[in-house]
C-alpha cells in the first residue's frame, strides 16, 4: 500500500493497473519526469545501483556549441529498417543531418525529424523521446567518420521486441552508415 509522504518508482512499460478497494476516495501524484543525479539520490543506494545497472536512461544537461562546431557533424546517414518506430521508417531510410543555425537537425528527405541537442563534444539528446536516445559522432579531421545511436533503457516494445521476462533494452548501439559527409 502506498502511504502519504512516500516515494515509489514504477516501471509502467509493464502491464500494470490500479484498484482501491477501500470507501475511502485516494488520491496518487504521478510524475513523468527526466532520471537525474538529484533524482535518483532520492531513492536508497541499493535500488541506485539496480536501475543504473539495468541501463536506466539520465537526463543529460545540454551544453552550448558554436554554429560552426554544429556545422562539423552535417552528413548524412543510413537509418536501418526497424531503428525507429516511426511511420514512414518501416524500411532503410536515408536522413540528413544538417546545422541550421544554432541548432542541429535531423531531416528525412521530406520533412525535419528531429533536433539534436548537444549534451557533449560529439554526443546529442534526440529532443522529443526519452534521454536514453543519444547520437554520437566520431570526427576525422573535418569530416564525420561514424555514427552511432545509442538506446537505453527503453521498453523492448519500442524496437518491437518483445519479451515478458525482460521488457527494457539495458543499452543497444546502432552503427549508422554514413552515406557522404
Do not use: K
Not at 17 to 42: A, C, K, Q, W
Not at 45 to 63: L, V
Amino acid at each position: 500500500m502506498w502511504r502519504a509522504g512516500e516515494l515509489w518508482w514504477g516501471n509502467f512499460a509493464r502491464p500494470h493497473s490500479v484498484y482501491n478497494g477501500s470507501p475511502i476516495e485516494r488520491v496518487h501524484m504521478v510524475l513523468d519526469v527526466e532520471i537525474t543525479d538529484f533524482v535518483l539520490d532520492l531513492f536508497p543506494e541499493a535500488f541506485r545501483r539496480t536501475q543504473s545497472d539495468g541501463g536506466i536512461s539520465m537526463h543529460p544537461e545540454p551544453i552550448t556549441l558554436s554554429s560552426a562546431e554544429l556545422a562539423a557533424f552535417s552528413c548524412e546517414v543510413q537509418i536501418p529498417a526497424g531503428t525507429l518506430p516511426l511511420r514512414g521508417l518501416e524500411r532503410s531510410t536515408l536522413a540528413r543531418i544538417h546545422a541550421d543555425g544554432h541548432d542541429l537537425v535531423m531531416f528525412l528527405p521530406d520533412r525535419p525529424l528531429f533536433h539534436l541537442q548537444p549534451v557533449a563534444p560529439a554526443e546529442f539528446r534526440v529532443v522529443g523521446w526519452s534521454s536514453g536516445v543519444t547520437i554520437r559522432f566520431a570526427l576525422s579531421g573535418e569530416r564525420v567518420s561514424a555514427v552511432e545511436l545509442e538506446i537505453r533503457g527503453l521498453p523492448r516494445t519500442f524496437l518491437g521486441e518483445e519479451s515478458a521476462d525482460n521488457p527494457r533494452l539495458p543499452v543497444r548501439t546502432i552503427a549508422l552508415q554514413i552515406r557522404s559527409a
